[in-house]
């Protein structure tokens, strides 16, 4: 199988499980700011990992991947009208730790800002990659 296939097929289930997700699905247990990350698919196309980021707490985050297993059949067949392949690839929920993780770092730093300023003093004054005029006299050298 071409490699950019699978890619191509997790493109499209994203669309419509994204899509499905806000316009079809009226759980009040879902989270309304829930985005669809990423979708990893097997070597076969028979399995499509939906990675979620959610936001709120963990009991927000188990109770809205609760509510989405339970819809996965109904997901499942609004893929299958969608895409034009011979077996309907089955889909499973997971969260993604990437982008939880990206957001703790984010706080963290955020407040490494707010507690120590002056570290960050010297680095808001000159952007990476920027040079003066005194370091370019200096490189000619």
């Known amino acids: 199988m071409k490699p950019f296939r699978k890619q191509r097929v997790a493109s499209v ?13 009226s759980d009040p247990r879902i989270e309304p700011l ?3 990350t990423r979708v990893e698919m097997t070597g076969d196309l028979e ?4 990675f979620l980021a959610v936001p709120g707490g963990e009991a927000v985050e188990r109770r809205t991947l609760t509510a989405l297993r339970h819809a996965a059949g109904f ?3 609004i893929v299958g009208q969608e895409l034009a392949l011979r077996q309907c690839p089955e889909i499973r929920f997971e969260l993604d730790v990437a982008a939880k993780l990206a957001k703790e770092t984010m706080d963290l730093l955020a407040e490494n800002r707010r507690l120590h300023p002056e570290l960050f003093a010297e680095s808001e004054e000159k952007p ?3 040079e003066t005029e005194d370091d370019e006299d200096e490189s000619e050298v």
């Open 47 to 50: 399995i499509a990992k939906v």
């Open 128 to 130: 990476p990659g920027q």
């Open 13 to 25: 289930i994203r669309d419509i499980v994204s899509g499905a997700m806000a316009q079809r699905l």
């Open 34 to 36: 829930t985005t669809v």
């Open 75 to 77: 997901l499942q067949r």
